[in-house]
């Protein structure tokens, strides 16, 4: 997928988080939109298409907001 990503080992980026998603979940996807908003978030484990999916549909719905 063409998309940043950030891999968490440590949990400083989950910690900056802790007002958005509880931190004792994990996994936990955010989708953060270009306005550096969380637009999805998905507690628990999320699958390639599922993923797919919600990006697609963000990425959409940016689109329609310009």
């Known amino acids: 997928m063409p998309y940043p990503s ?3 080992i440590n949990g400083e980026v989950l910690l900056a988080f802790r007002d958005t998603i509880p931190t004792t979940v994990v996994p936990t996807t955010l989708v953060v939109d270009t306005h550096g908003q969380v ?5 628990g484990p999320v699958t390639y298409n599922t ?3 919600i990006l697609k549909d963000e990425i959409a719905l940016g689109e329609a907001n310009r």
């Open 51 to 53: 993923l797919k999916g």
């Open 39 to 43: 637009a999805t978030r998905v507690i």
């Open 6 to 8: 950030v891999q968490d």
